[in-house]
């Protein structure tokens, strides 16, 4: 069960970046616009424009949510062969859907419709070149990143989210999902560098940028992250925490203070 909550909180976390959501608006409209596999000949715009963003949004749904499972349940495997794994469940999934979809939205005009190999093909090359994209051009190391980021064995890891402590073992959690580096927590903060956010726990530091609020029940102190899940605030970190969210937050205007009781 936590490696399903932890499925699709990465899922989440992949499609839920604006610079992906501008990347899908930006392909929709260039291919609406192009209208390519005979779609400009037989489709007026309005109906070229419903069929492309359902391509577009059917195929980033699929590619990520095989790109998260990849991350979840095959942790362990190199990122290239990660890559390569997830480039092959993409196509297996998205040829047959793509394949359907064609056909309803072009009402029985088939002649320039791919057939499913072929479909599964195009979706398998794309895959790896925006995966060959993401990694050599997109998530290049950027001087003042923390350098914990290096030590992570999945380098499209881009933004540390939080990072947890327990025994002799520090779990990362990030955009691309969490790993477990053997390591001293105070080690893992040190290597912060400085990354804006806060410690709320003797063993849970939280990024700025992760959260949502702040929420008191029954007595106790909870920081709520944008997954809506939760980490303690200890006693020893409370005055802190708050002094931090409720008023430096509140000042930039953001909603920090959640349900009570």
């Known amino acids: 069960m936590n490696k399903i909550r ?9 499609v839920a970046s604006p610079l992906r959501a501008w990347i899908v608006l930006f ?12 779609s400009y000949d037989k489709m007026g715009l309005a109906e070229r424009l419903a069929y492309w963003a359902g391509v577009t949004v059917m195929a980033t749904l699929v ?4 790109r998260a499972f990849f991350q979840v349940f095959a942790a362990d495997v190199r990122p290239l062969w990660r890559a390569v794994l997830c480039a092959v469940l993409s196509a297996m999934l998205l040829a047959p859907l793509l394949s359907i979809y064609s056909l309803r939205l072009f009402h029985g005009r088939t ?9 599964a093909a195009v979706v398998f090359l794309v895959a790896l070149f925006v995966a060959a994209i993401r990694h050599y ?14 030590r992570l064995a999945d380098k499209n890891a881009e933004e540390i989210l939080r990072i947890s402590g327990r025994d ?19 080690d893992a903060l040190a290597e912060l560098d400085g990354l804006p956010g806060h410690r709320v726990h003797r063993s849970h530091w939280v990024a700025e940028a992760a959260v949502r609020g702040y929420r008191r029940r029954d007595g106790r102190a909870f920081v709520v992250l944008l997954d809506d899940s939760e980490l303690p605030v200890s006693r020893g970190y409370r005055a802190e925490v708050e002094a931090e969210l409720l008023s430096a937050r509140g000042a930039r205007g953001k909603p920090v203070l959640l349900d009570q009781s």
Do not use: W
Not at 63 to 66: D, G, L
Not at 178 to 185: C, V
């Open 27 to 38: 392909l929709i409209a260039l291919l609406t616009l192009s209208g390519p596999f005979g």
């Open 137 to 150: 051009f997109l998530h290049i190391q950027q001087p003042g990143a923390p350098r914990l980021l290096e």
């Open 6 to 14: 932890e499925f699709f909180s990465t899922l989440r976390g992949y």
């Open 63 to 66: 590619v990520n949510a095989s």
């Open 111 to 119: 002649d320039d419709i791919p057939g499913i190999p072929t479909i």
């Open 168 to 186: 002799h073992y520090v779990d990362i959690y990030t955009d691309c999902g969490k790993e477990t580096l053997l390591m001293r927590f105070s």
